[in-house]
């Protein structure tokens, strides 16, 4: 114990609480053997000594030979033992457990499946958006060995006010993202979703977004606050920019140049191209870290311009991913983007990114083969359609395609984030 005191006092510090809990646990059982000791002599004495009435014998159970007594006592006394533990700990243990649909479950079944978790696949997530925080929403039922690694190019909505406003890193997809790996109170999901309404200056601004920008300034750095937000909601995994440079995303479309992730999409020519200035941002050392550390790596879904490639064009970041040796998933989108993706089948979406990296980059492409459930007026009206998995291109790459239906029936647009855990899980990790 000396020699772990002197080669790492932060260990020892860590160590020496346990023992000491340790030491007087035992003290504890021995006095309480002591004192049964002293019990049993008290009994036997008496026994020999004083002359007890005759109810007495079937009380004490006498008819029964002493060694089922003994039995039947060890087990009564054993089962008091488990129920009297269980009780403690439940007591002990219960407050710290998050409240609401998880807090509610028995506490055996809480510690089974925080172990569970626990032992699941190491998962790197990259994208952005919606598409990122529904599909993290799934993830977290089969593995605690989380991380999201958020683009950091949003310009739009109350992102890009605070952003613009106080030159910091845009905190919508990280809200979104903590929130769907929260494991709070559902209030507490519901506070940092709300976003104010009216004219004045907090108008259209989320309350998630701000409780993350006045974390950043307590703290005194963006990654900080992401992981004092994360303690607050109890989130499970780990959420870290791709990189910790402020850029902005540009995109060519024709003779066409689109400053801003918030224009990229507007226009009348297609997108040919997006960058990021300035160019060549250098990767996030944590998420280079992830990456490297993963088993399981999946890109998207997402928007194809503004959420997935704007990480791939981070410096290091493609080398990373080419260097882990984790198995890597690409997860199309179920519906087309006006602006961005439309008409796109799954081979052209793959042709974009492998147009930006040079090369390919996965070795599995989850797509959606539900091609039966309608999209809402609203959506084929503004010019969204499924995309469309084109077998003959497709059959030419050297990928695995799995197709299976991964659409929400709710929301027709989007993946259903159980689905397409599920296939995820199942299909690609086995």
Not at 118 to 140: C, D, F, Q, W, Y
Not at 369 to 391: C, E, H, M, Q, T
Request: proline fraction near 6%.
């Amino acid at each position: 114990m000396r020699v772990l005191r002197r080669v790492s006092p932060e260990l020892w510090r860590w160590f020496t609480p346990g023992l000491y809990v340790k030491r007087w646990l035992a003290l504890l059982f021995g006095s309480i053997v002591m004192i049964s000791l002293a019990v049993g002599y008290a009994l036997k004495d008496a026994y020999t000594s004083v002359r007890f009435p005759s109810i007495a014998g079937p009380l004490t159970l006498q008819f029964l030979p002493r060694g089922g007594r003994a039995l039947l006592f060890a087990a009564v006394g054993i089962g008091l033992l488990v129920l009297s533990f269980y009780k403690l700990g439940k007591s002990i243990i219960g407050p710290f457990l998050p409240v609401g649909s998880g807090g509610e479950r028995g506490l055996a079944e809480q510690l089974y499946v925080r172990r569970a978790l626990a032992k699941g696949p190491h998962v790197v997530a990259i994208g952005g958006g919606t598409g990122m925080s529904t599909m993290l929403r799934g993830l977290k039922k089969y593995t605690g060995n989380l991380a999201a690694i958020v683009t950091v190019a949003d310009d739009g909505g109350s992102s890009g006010r605070l952003r613009s406003e106080y030159r910091v890193l845009p905190p919508g997809d990280f809200r979104q993202c903590l929130i769907a790996l929260a494991e709070t109170e559902p209030l507490m999901t519901e506070l940092f979703t709300h976003r104010f309404t009216g004219e004045g200056s907090l108008g259209g601004h989320s309350f998630g977004n701000l409780f993350i920008m006045a974390m950043a300034e307590i703290t005194g750095d963006f990654e900080h606050a992401l992981r004092e937000s994360g303690r607050v909601l109890a989130v499970r995994g780990q959420i870290v920019p791709s990189t910790l440079q402020d850029v902005t995303l540009c995109a060519t479309a024709g003779p066409e140049v689109r400053v801003g992730e918030s224009r990229v999409p507007h226009g009348e020519e297609p997108i040919d191209h997006v960058f990021l200035e300035p160019s060549d941002p250098p990767i996030n050392p944590e998420a280079e870290l992830a990456i490297l550390e993963a088993e399981l790596i999946i890109m998207g879904p997402g928007s194809l311009y503004t959420s997935i490639l704007p990480n791939l064009l981070v410096e290091g970041m493609v080398e990373a991913l080419r260097a882990s040796p984790a198995v890597k998933v690409y997860i199309c989108n179920v519906a087309t983007q006006p602006g961005e993706t439309t008409g796109f089948t799954v081979s052209q979406h793959l042709d974009a990114i492998e147009d930006h990296v040079r090369g390919s980059l996965f070795d599995y492409v989850v797509c959606n083969s539900n091609y039966g459930l309608p999209l809402p007026r609203s959506a084929v009206d503004a010019g969204i359609a499924r995309v469309v998995f084109d077998r003959d291109r497709a059959a030419r790459r050297p990928l695995h395609f799995i197709l299976a239906d991964v659409v929400s029936n709710q929301i027709s647009t989007h993946h259903d984030p159980d689905k397409l855990a599920r296939v995820i899980m199942k299909r690609v990790w086995r």
